[in-house]
Each structure stands twice: as structure tokens, then as C-alpha cells.
């Protein structure tokens, strides 16, 4: 018996040579979801639970490469997009998507440094704005990355609404705002919407430095809606399956940086 052909996802990011962020967390969370992961590498870092020493974007022709063998050989249901580091990087992506059209396209916007330092020039922020987020199924964004898309500052629940929304009318499909960066007491709330339907996802906060769950939220939304999920209800598992990571977290380096479980957390076949 010749066992059915599984679709794929393919991560197009970073890499992470600690391997708690990027693309090496992107593959772990679709292992871990039983999804078959593909990538193709935008950027190499050197980086470890303590930061980021060196970072290596490879020539256009290669990053293309990739990108075809992956389209040429795999029934590709879902694309997850994270840290693409300058504008022509971006463009390339985006000539890439338009051509090969997959299903899904979940857009992680990497613009902001944990601490705080704004990663993209103007020109890559210009691009993701006019090139990746019509293309884009779902936005991830934080509250900072949402406030350099949107060029305004956002301190509270309204103010959040209004930039899910704001972030559709600028041609993202549907947002998942990510509640992280926004204090509001005990509890990290998620905000999607999708101009029609607005969800709210409610979770403790936790009091650990965690590395890599941006990452691994946008791939594993997209593992699930390889595995069938409606865009809504593939944010809420995946919000759980980040909650089920971090309970069961561990520091593999010599910081205090946590990075998560990720097969502790898969959820049932």
C-alpha cells in the first residue's frame, strides 16, 4: 500500500544557528505537527541564547533556488514568512509568491530587535508594506512591528482594534495582533480579525524570557491549516501549542533564555 502524499509547508526566514528561533524552530513546530517542513534560507545568523554576532544573506540567484526546488517538487499548502532582511530580499519573495500562488501565506513581520532597535531599513519596511502584506493569508505582528507598519503608537485595547483593522485596509487577508508588548494585567491577549470576524485569545503571562515564539507561531498556524483548520481556529491551537512549549520550556544555553518544548507540545495526530 502506497502511503498517501502529505502537503507541505515551506519556511521562508532566518536561520537560527542556536537553534531555538527561525528556521530551525519553523521545522521543529511542523514536525511536531505532523506537517512535512520545507525552507528556504534568506538570512544565516550566528547566534546563540545570548544574541546575535553575525548575520549572512545569501545571493539573490541561490535564495531563488531554493524557493523553486521547494514549489517544483512539493504540494505546498502553506508558506510562513519570517525574517527577510532588506528590500530586495522582499522583493524577490513577493515575485516568488505572485508566480506560485500557494494557498496560504503566513506573514511574521521581523522588524523589531528584542530590544527594541528597529531591524528593517525604510525601504524593506516600505516594501513588506506594499508587497507582502496584500499577499499575506494572516499577519502576526506585535504591537511594535504593527506600530512601525502602521507609523502610530499603540497603548491600549482600542488602539489595538483599531490597528487589526487599520492592518486589513492596508491588504493583509486577516491579523493576529499579538498581545505580548501591550500591558493589560496578568493576561497576554491576542487580538484577530479578519474584517468580518473578531476573536479574542486570552492566555497567563509568564514570568520567563522566552526565545523564539513569534517563530513558531506563524509555523505553527501554518501546520494547521495544512492539517485543515479554518484561519481562525489555527491561531487559537497555535496560541495553545506556544502556551503547552513554554510550560514544558528549558534553557539549552548558558543564559537564562528559554526556549520551547516543541514535541512535549504537539498536539494529538
Same mark, same amino acid.
Given at each position: &500500500?502506497?502511503?498517501?502524499?502529505?502537503?507541505?509547508?515551506?519556511?521562508?526566514?532566518?536561520?537560527?544557528?542556536?537553534?531555538?528561533?527561525?528556521? *530551525?524552530? =519553523?521545522?521543529?513546530?511542523?514536525?511536531? $505537527?505532523?506537517?512535512?517542513?520545507?525552507?528556504?534560507?534568506?538570512?544565516?545568523?550566528?547566534? #546563540?541564547?545570548?544574541?546575535?554576532?553575525?548575520?549572512?544573506?545569501?545571493? &539573490?540567484?541561490?535564495?531563488?533556488? *531554493?524557493?523553486?526546488?521547494?514549489?517544483?517538487?512539493?504540494?505546498? $499548502?502553506?508558506?510562513?514568512?519570517?525574517?527577510?532582511?532588506?528590500?530586495?530580499?522582499?522583493?524577490?519573495?513577493?515575485?516568488?509568491?505572485? *508566480?506560485?500562488?500557494?494557498?496560504?501565506?503566513?506573514? =511574521?513581520? /521581523? &522588524?523589531?530587535?528584542?530590544?527594541?532597535?528597529?531591524?528593517?531599513?525604510?525601504?524593506?519596511?516600505?516594501?513588506? +508594506?506594499?508587497?507582502?502584506?496584500?499577499?499575506?493569508?494572516?499577519?502576526?505582528? #506585535?504591537?511594535?512591528?504593527?506600530?512601525?507598519?502602521?507609523?502610530?503608537?499603540?497603548?491600549?485595547? #482600542?488602539?489595538?482594534?483599531?490597528?487589526?483593522?487599520?492592518?486589513?485596509?492596508?491588504?493583509?487577508?486577516?491579523?493576529?495582533?499579538?498581545?505580548?508588548?501591550?500591558?493589560?494585567?496578568?493576561?497576554?491577549?491576542?487580538? @484577530?480579525?479578519?474584517?468580518?470576524?473578531?476573536?479574542?485569545?486570552?492566555? %497567563?503571562?509568564?514570568? /520567563? =524570557?522566552? $526565545?523564539?515564539?513569534?517563530?513558531?507561531?506563524?509555523?505553527?498556524? %501554518?501546520?494547521?491549516?495544512?492539517?485543515?483548520?479554518?484561519?481562525? #481556529?489555527?491561531?487559537?491551537?497555535?496560541? =495553545? @501549542?506556544?502556551? +503547552?512549549?513554554?510550560?514544558?520550556? @528549558? *534553557?539549552?544555553?548558558?543564559?537564562?533564555?528559554? /526556549?520551547?518544548? $516543541?514535541?512535549?507540545? %504537539?498536539?494529538?495526530?
Amino acid at each position: &500500500m502506497t502511503p498517501s502524499t502529505p502537503v507541505s509547508a515551506l519556511t521562508i526566514a532566518g536561520s537560527d544557528s542556536g537553534g531555538g528561533a527561525g528556521i *530551525q524552530a =519553523d521545522l521543529k513546530a511542523f514536525a511536531a $505537527h505532523r506537517v512535512h517542513g520545507l525552507s528556504a534560507i534568506a538570512a544565516l545568523t550566528a547566534q #546563540n541564547t545570548r544574541g546575535v554576532s553575525a548575520v549572512h544573506v545569501p545571493p &539573490m540567484s541561490f535564495l531563488r533556488a *531554493q524557493i523553486d526546488a521547494c514549489f517544483d517538487d512539493f504540494d505546498i $499548502h502553506a508558506v510562513k514568512l519570517g525574517m527577510l532582511a532588506n528590500a530586495e530580499v522582499i522583493h524577490l519573495v513577493a515575485d516568488m509568491l505572485e *508566480q506560485r500562488r500557494p494557498p496560504h501565506v503566513v506573514l =511574521d513581520p /521581523v &522588524m523589531v530587535a528584542t530590544s527594541g532597535a528597529k531591524l528593517l531599513e525604510d525601504s524593506a519596511l516600505r516594501a513588506m +508594506r506594499e508587497r507582502l502584506l496584500p499577499l499575506a493569508t494572516l499577519l502576526t505582528p #506585535n504591537t511594535p512591528e504593527a506600530e512601525l507598519l502602521l507609523g502610530r503608537s499603540i497603548t491600549n485595547a #482600542n488602539e489595538a482594534e483599531d490597528a487589526a483593522a487599520a492592518l486589513i485596509d492596508m491588504g493583509a487577508g486577516a491579523v493576529l495582533l499579538k498581545g505580548g508588548h501591550l500591558h493589560e494585567g496578568n493576561r497576554v491577549i491576542d487580538r @484577530y480579525f479578519d474584517g468580518v470576524t473578531r476573536e479574542e485569545f486570552s492566555h %497567563a503571562r509568564l514570568p /520567563v =524570557d522566552a $526565545h523564539g515564539t513569534g517563530c513558531t507561531l506563524a509555523s505553527a498556524i %501554518a501546520a494547521q491549516l495544512c492539517r485543515g483548520l479554518s484561519l481562525p #481556529n489555527a491561531c487559537e491551537a497555535a496560541i =495553545d @501549542y506556544i502556551a +503547552r512549549g513554554l510550560q514544558g520550556g @528549558y *534553557q539549552p544555553g548558558r543564559s537564562d533564555v528559554m /526556549v520551547l518544548d $516543541h514535541f512535549g507540545a %504537539a498536539p494529538p495526530a
